[in-house]
């Protein structure tokens, strides 16, 4: 059990740390942790941990949708609109 705890606590503060430094860098932080993540993988740095894609698809991926759409410039969306109404009918 302790084990886990210290494994959540460490994904927590790198994952704190992402988001400051995205932040100050001004890049999305969903970019950033994606970005990280996968370089903590690629090096092996992480355990191998195996994940249901369906966790993947009901929990990560609504929140992160949600985020984005909160964040979502909605004048830009509205000028864009039109040209993409105007394409998908065409």
């Known amino acids: ?3 886990h705890l210290e494994q959540l606590l460490i994904v927590l503060a790198v994952g704190s740390a992402v988001a400051i430094v995205a ?3 001004s890049v ?3 970019v950033a942790l994606v970005v990280v ?3 903590l ?3 092996k740095l992480l355990p191998e941990t195996p994940m249901d894609p369906g ?3 009901m ?3 609504p929140i992160l949708i949600f985020q984005g759409a909160l964040s979502a410039d909605a004048t830009s969306l ?3 609109a039109r040209p993409i109404l105007e394409e998908w009918h065409a």
Do not use: C, S
């Open 1 to 3: 059990m302790r084990e």
């Open 23 to 25: 932040r100050r860098i």
């Open 28 to 30: 999305p932080y969903n």
């Open 37 to 39: 993540g996968l370089v």
């Open 41 to 43: 993988v690629l090096l």
């Open 55 to 57: 966790v993947v698809l």
């Open 59 to 61: 929990v990560f991926l």
């Open 78 to 80: 509205r000028q864009a």
